[in-house]
């Protein structure tokens, strides 16, 4: 090799090492491996992650490269087998790092823990290739393509297809991940379910429409967007696992999704405010809760369509999926702030207005709601992403099963907590119960966030 041509040394190399690692770690995600196409311009990271997906014993990655340019070579005569794609596994690619820190390799393409898919030295002077690698190790891989040239700049068109062979001969493609397979039929029972919801809801709305609000009429508005949200789901992902591509499905998806989750935020504010069934205004501190969680939504909403759709691969995917996180906790605690201002004023008035027994009910009410929301948002934010984390890959789904039950029984305890009252047991307390809550609010001790 000439001595011209600088290759990644280690003391370079150590600087980018955790980089490196917390950008593939990154890119475990639960990202829709359809067919993706994507645009490489003058790129010069080390290391470019874009699609995993969970391969059985008969996988297939078909690779479609064109309009490879080169940049800024290191010399007249580059050493391109140190550029290239290649498969790994989270496991390998730990060793891998191990490797690369140690000085063992110099190059992640050297390593005999992954799996070379093309090295560019095979290009002959072309500026595109075709290639179908299979994949008979059953396990769940990333694909990632490694520039080890420094100052080399690398631009291309990439089209990768990864997909498992299912049937006795193996004649049909399966382009969902092997976690992630029976997904579609997991969303459609998900939306018959909800589906029996909006009709349950509507018939107590009808049978109880004299002392119906209008945060009822809301509560079915995000039944119906759920709904809707999960059928489009179930859409998408059917038409991925046949075909590769959603055919319009994910753009239905983003805006029922996006509907959805504006509603649901809005929802818990309104009911934390006790707005139409206790009051049928709001205080401005309240409007200005829905003032920073409706834009909110809108940014993690655009975010996550910028995740789905771009891949890992972009530049700025990392960014966006820290801009994901850090909105919807904002969000998630945004939200808490309304319920525990209508737990204070209930205990306040228990002391003024006589009504103590009415005011225990109503704070025990919002006290339940206040300790099943954080349960919900601890649940579905920490909980399922350790079980995404902890599981293996061929039992992906259960996470989304247990995110879907989570968000179910948050759904039904809301409804039949806050359902409209025929008969409101407000007002058949004796004297006897009246002392009693009395005596009961004295002892309580102040209810904290």
């Not at 179908?132 to 990333?142: H, K």
């Amino acid at each position: 090799m000439s001595n011209s041509i600088q290759i990644l040394q280690i003391p370079t190399m150590s600087k980018l090492l955790f980089f490196l690692l917390t950008l593939f770690a990154a890119a475990v995600s639960l990202s829709s491996a359809e067919i993706r196409t994507s645009s490489i311009r003058n790129d010069w990271r080390p290391i470019i992650p874009f699609d995993e997906f969970g391969f059985t014993h008969k996988g297939r990655l078909e690779l479609n490269v064109s309009k490879i340019a080169f940049s800024q070579q290191p010399g007249p005569d580059p050493d391109l087998s140190r550029v290239g794609f290649f498969l790994c596994t989270r496991d390998s690619w730990i060793h891998v790092f191990q490797q690369l820190e140690e000085g063992e390799i110099g190059c992640a393409l050297k390593s005999d823990l992954v799996k070379r898919v093309y090295t560019f030295d095979q290009l002959k002077g072309a500026d595109r290739f075709s290639t179908v690698f299979q994949e008979t190790d059953a396990d769940q891989y990333t694909l990632l393509f490694a520039n080890c040239l420094a100052p080399l700049r690398v631009s291309m068109e990439v089209k990768s297809v990864m997909y498992n062979l299912e049937g006795k001969s193996s004649d049909r493609r399966d382009y969902l991940s092997a976690g992630k397979t029976i997904l579609p039929r997991i969303y459609f029972v998900f939306s018959l379910a909800y589906i029996v919801l909006v009709g349950l809801w509507i018939s107590v709305l009808y049978k109880k429409r004299l002392t119906v609000f209008r945060i009822h009429f809301f509560m079915l508005a995000v039944l119906v967007l759920k709904t809707l949200n999960l059928l489009c789901e179930a859409e998408d992902k059917s038409y991925i696992k046949r075909t590769g591509s959603a055919h319009g499905w994910d753009v239905l998806f983003y805006i029922f999704s996006f509907l959805k989750g504006i509603t649901l935020f809005t929802l818990i504010v309104l009911i934390g405010t006790g707005w139409s069934f206790l009051k049928p205004f709001l205080a401005d501190k309240e409007k200005k809760v829905l003032m920073i969680v409706i834009p909110l939504q809108v940014v993690a909403n655009i975010a996550q369509v910028v995740i789905d759709e771009t891949g890992p691969f972009g530049h700025d995917w990392v960014t966006w999926k820290q801009v994901f996180l850090l909105v919807d906790v904002v969000c998630c605690c945004a939200v808490l702030f309304p319920i525990v201002w209508s737990i204070k004023n209930l205990r306040e008035a228990a002391r003024t207005d006589g009504k103590a027994a009415v005011n225990l009910m109503k704070l025990t009410l919002f006290r339940q709601y206040y300790i099943v929301v954080i349960c919900y948002i601890y649940f579905t934010r920490v909980v399922v992403y350790a079980l995404e984390t902890i599981t293996s890959y061929r039992y992906l789904w259960t996470s989304v099963v247990a995110a879907e039950l989570a968000t179910l029984a948050f759904y039904v305890f809301t409804g039949y907590k806050f359902k409209p009252e025929t008969h409101n047991p407000y007002f058949v307390i004796d004297d006897e119960e009246e002392e009693a809550a009395a005596e009961q609010l004295k002892l309580e001790d102040e209810f904290e966030l």
